[in-house]
């Protein structure tokens, strides 16, 4: 890799920015002054330091965020802040973007990574990666519907869903449910709600695949993903 593009990948400027540390003979590999901005490195292999302090180099990176209602699951957005707008600069940096998305008003777990492929193997419909959301239902919720979710509803679109696992916590007027699907559809659990004549008026995805949601994480907040639970998601996704 360039040392100029591996030390502005590493948050330490533009490429421009790059070249003035290297005037300023801020830079060493292997504890030698280094000038030229082309040279090739080894991150991995090479002890490389800007000002004395080695250069972590970090290919990928792994974000659980606890999504806010109002944020938008996208990288840019005209209009609505986004949740990449909610993250340091220099996790931007490593140019982001949430792998799949939440709704606009929905709250809960979403991950954020630079891994294009396993963004990919989690989104895949081939993967079958189970999603857990909490809600809260406007009507009864009862044994009928727990039957019409394991078979499947059919949308206001004719699409007819796979399986959903219906929990129900409490019935009532206003009932708490949790619901288990293996798919993303726009607006699905609201949409599989009102097959069944009820509304969702409020929902929180608590896991995706072997993630959970950090129950110390405030509404906005985020962290990187422990080693434990990279390796689960990897492996359940192999």
């Known amino acids: ?20 540390l290297l005037k300023q003979k801020a830079v060493t590999v292997e504890g030698e002054v280094v000038k030229d901005s082309a040279m090739h490195v080894d991150p991995v292999k090479q002890n490389v330091a800007v000002f004395g302090e080695r250069v972590e ?24 802040q986004t949740v990449i707008d909610l993250l340091d600069p220099y996790v931007q940096h490593f140019q982001p973007f ?4 939440l709704d606009k008003d929905t709250e809960g777990l979403l991950l954020i990574t630079n891994d294009g492929n396993l963004a990919h193997n989690l989104l895949s419909p081939k993967k079958h990666v189970p999603k857990w959301y909490y809600a809260k239902i406007d009507g ?9 979710f394991a078979n499947g509803v059919m949308l206001d679109d004719g699409y007819e869903t796979k399986p959903g696992e219906l929990v129900i916590l409490s019935s009532g007027a206003e009932s708490e449910i949790e619901l288990m699907i293996q798919e993303g559809k726009f607006h699905q659990v609201k949409r599989m709600f009102e097959a069944v004549g009820k509304k969702v008026t409020y929902l929180k995805r608590i896991s995706m695949g072997p993630l959970q949601l950090d129950a ?7 962290r990187e993903l422990t080693e434990e639970e990279l390796s689960a998601l990897i492996k359940h996704n192999a």
């Open 57 to 80: 180099y970090v290919e990928f990176i792994y974000i659980m965020m606890h999504k806010p209602p109002g944020v938008i699951s996208a990288t840019e957005d005209r209009y609505d």
């Open 98 to 101: 949430p792998v799949g998305r």
């Open 140 to 148: 009864v919720v009862t044994e009928a519907d727990i039957e019409a």
């Open 216 to 222: 110390e994480l405030e509404l906005g907040d985020y």
């Open 1 to 20: 890799m360039r040392l100029d593009k591996l030390l502005a990948n590493m948050g330490y400027g533009s490429r421009k920015e790059v070249k003035v």
